[in-house]
């Protein structure tokens, strides 16, 4: 409803309530004789109290006049005076036909939909008169009143005071909107309510099938969200992993120079027990980088795991990695591949294998007789190499037909994975924190390419046993930028201090 009062002679009006400029309605002479009669009573000091021109007022409702020096201080004694003359016992009928006019005025600014939920306005605006008898010739048409969705209640309550005018009929056109209709005939009331049935009943049916396509595309969408969050992140990561193996296709096809198998290069991750136990988004994509560390004749490598990164180190001889574990020194790449390591110290180690049985196996004079096993069989493994000599041309490789070879044939011929023993260490990526010990575990590869392999091990914060899959979509030189003696004791302690700076 507006808020736009009708002012005029020092009266407002606005619904329904006539009062002075001051604010303050009229009260009827019963009232006031109790409040100022024999004597000021309770009641009377509230009426001063909430207002200090109360007693003017009251005399401007009932057109008393007075002289200015008859009033004094709050008025009460003169308000005593006019009360007991007579003064205040009826309204003057000019003051009637002003409040009468005003509200009429206040009245004609309502719009249906205005009148919602107060049904005496729209009798008093339409239908009845300044004294609440019906006046036909006020509104001659059939008046609808509109009732949003979920006021039914309001309809009824319209209705049941429209019964109460005589001659004035209504009728209540239905739908997910109800219209009141009023009018002085029947069948025109009755009409109206009908053809509003039927306009409603299309425009609900309309607004259902609108409602419910839109529902359908929402679940649509919907459903294509989740089928984008759930697969988006793996399909990429299914699609690199085969652009790896059509690229190694492809160069083999192109008898192009290449590296023997290894599990050197980069694989892409997938852990369950992290995406789903933590919540990592799909979208990103958990990384493990290896390459084979000379000096420590181990392979090694980098992981981040979104919650967890480090190192990991791995080889098939147990003694050798406990020894890699325990060994104290960083073991860089450079860009070429070679380690910044002294490489003399490397050329007094024994280089004919990687792993400590190769050694063994060479003293036993085992290797040439695999050799010629080899040379026998007829087999084109005997010139892979190990695919640091590709990474690096400064100088050979220690072993080209050692033990992996021999190894990677055996897993050929009998179709068993290639496994090692596994060493982590690792740090929290949101709290810093280090775990410098050591967590043991197994990586095996489930293909003789190493395309693919299946780990366990034990993670902080994660399980004692882990299971995680990597599959390759990388083999290029790259440089480790963190090594084993990142995460260990003292790395851990110097995390551990740096929290509290």
């Known amino acids: 409803m507006p808020l736009n009062e009708i002012s005029r002679d020092g009266f407002c009006s606005a619904y329904g309530r006539f009062r002075t400029s001051n604010g303050v309605e009229r009260v009827s002479t019963e009232t006031l004789k109790g409040a100022f009669l024999p004597q000021l009573t309770p009641s009377g000091k509230t009426f001063l109290k909430n207002h200090r021109s109360f007693v003017r007022d009251q005399f401007r409702h009932y057109g008393v006049d007075y002289a200015e020096g008859t009033f004094s201080g709050n008025g009460t ?10 003064r205040l016992d009826k309204i003057p009928d000019h003051i009637r036909a002003l409040e009468a006019e005003m509200h009429a005025e206040w009245l004609q600014q309502l719009l249906p939909k205005d ?5 005496e306005f729209t009798m008093e605006k339409y239908f009845i008169d300044a004294l609440g008898q019906p006046d036909k010739t006020r509104t001659t048409r059939v008046i609808g009143i509109p009732h949003p969705e979920y006021h039914s209640r309001d309809a009824k309550q319209l ?37 509003f049935t039927v306009r409603q009943e299309k425009a609900d049916r309309i607004k259902q099938e609108i409602a419910d396509r839109a529902k359908e595309e929402a679940a649509r969408r919907a459903k294509e969200w989740e089928a984008r969050k759930a697969n988006f992140g793996k399909a990429a990561r299914d699609a690199r992993h085969q652009k790896y ?34 919540d990592v988004s799909d979208d990103f994509d958990m990384t493990m980088k290896i390459r084979w560390n000379e000096r420590l004749r181990v392979y090694e490598a980098t992981f981040d795991f979104n919650i967890l990164e480090g190192v990991i180190i791995f080889s098939a001889n147990e003694a050798l990695l406990d020894q890699a574990s325990r060994s104290r020194g960083r073991g860089y790449f450079d860009e070429e591949g070679e380690e910044e390591d002294d490489k003399d110290e490397d050329s007094e ?35 892979e190499e190990d695919p640091t000599v590709t990474a690096s041309r400064k100088r050979k490789a220690p072993t080209s037909k050692g033990t992996r070879g021999r190894l990677l044939k055996k897993a050929k011929k009998s179709g ?14 949101d709290t810093g924190e280090v775990h410098s010990d050591a967590e043991k575990g197994t990586i095996k590869f489930t293909k003789a390419d ?25 083999f290029a030189p790259m440089r480790l930028v963190k090594s084993w003696d990142d995460y260990s004791e003292a790395a851990y302690e110097r995390a551990r201090v740096s929290r509290w700076r």
């Open 77 to 86: 004694l003169l308000m005593r005076k006019m009360l007991q003359d007579g």
């Open 159 to 195: 209705c049941d005071v429209a019964a109460k005018v005589p001659g004035l009929h209504h009728a209540i056109g239905l739908g997910s909107k109800q219209t009141v209709y009023l009018g002085w005939k029947k069948a025109n009331v009755d009409k109206a309510a009908q053809n």
């Open 450 to 474: 190493f395309s693919t392999f299946t780990a366990v091990v034990g993670m902080p914060c994660v399980g004692s046993a882990v299971k995680f899959t990597g599959r390759k979509v990388r």
């Open 245 to 278: 193996l059509d690229d190694m296709v492809r160069a083999r096809q192109e008898r192009r120079s290449m590296p023997g198998p290894s599990p050197y290069g980069e694989y892409t991750i997938d852990c369950d027990e992290i995406r789903g136990g933590w």
């Open 416 to 429: 068993k994975p290639m496994s090692f023993s596994m060493r982590m260490r690792s740090s929290d990526t």
């Open 349 to 383: 180690e024994d280089g004919d294998s990687e792993e400590g049985e190769d050694s063994e196996e060479d003293e036993d004079g085992e290797e040439g007789s695999e050799e010629d096993e080899d040379d026998e069989d007829g087999s084109e493994e005997d010139d």
């Open 115 to 119: 009148l919602l939920g107060r049904p």
